[in-house]
């Protein structure tokens, strides 16, 4: 009788809300990014343990693909697991919860290091992680997120700038001139502006 009272105080806090609840959901979060990105976790092993965090409807967005429903995420993640080496160093993680505390948004910022190549080079690649999320409670009287919409962000310019050889062409040469080109470019067309009233008188 004990155990269950202590157990159901401890959830009280977390069901009701505030810190305890932001608390709850940063773990959730953290473990469903090291599950996602963490390659050397087994597939079947990322698909049981990242199935209680899916909904039905969810749809994954990056800067080279989109796709929705839950079992082609969970192929497609399992095939991320398969076919490349990668883990996540996570640097921030915050979570936004609505008014009503129905749904919210988990924002991860960190860097990914792809080892695809590790004996030559291991990428960081810097990505900002969005979850989309609304809390359901589950058989246990916790509040379990279910993920609706996952993105993926991370800038071809930082991608660009962390390839060995390119950097300091990309870094030094490249984006210099390309600022003052466009500058260049923006000084033309000011004065090709000035230059049309005269030309209509």
């Given at each position: ?11 009280t ?62 192929r ?34 960190g860097?990914?290091?792809l ?16 979850y ?6 589950s ?11 996952h993105?993926?962000?991370?800038s071809?310019?930082d ?6 050889g ?5 870094t ?19 004065r ?10």
């Amino acid at each position: 009788m004990k155990t269950a009272s202590t157990t159901h105080e401890a959830q009280t806090p977390a069901s009701r809300g505030g810190p305890a609840l932001i608390s709850q959901l940063e773990a959730r979060f953290r473990k469903v990014t090291e599950l996602l990105y963490d390659t050397r976790v087994p597939p079947d092993v990322l698909s049981e343990e990242l199935a209680p965090f899916l909904a039905e409807d969810i749809v994954f967005v990056d800067p080279w693909q989109t796709g929705g429903g839950r079992e082609t995420y969970r192929r497609g993640a399992e095939g991320f697991h398969r076919m490349l080496r990668f883990d996540f160093d996570i640097t921030q993680l915050n979570i936004q919860l609505e008014e009503g505390q129905e749904q919210g948004r988990a924002i991860v910022d960190g860097v990914m290091n792809l080892r695809q190549f590790s004996w030559l080079y291991t990428y960081p690649l810097r990505t900002i992680l969005v979850y989309d999320f609304t809390l359901e409670r589950s058989v246990d009287g916790e509040l379990q997120p279910r993920i609706h919409f996952h993105e993926e962000m991370w800038s071809l310019g930082d991608m660009i700038a962390a390839v060995p050889g390119v950097s300091w062409f990309y870094t030094k040469l490249f984006r210099p001139a390309f600022s003052v080109g466009f500058l260049a470019a923006s000084e033309f067309y000011r004065r090709r502006e000035a230059r049309r009233p005269a030309a209509a008188h």
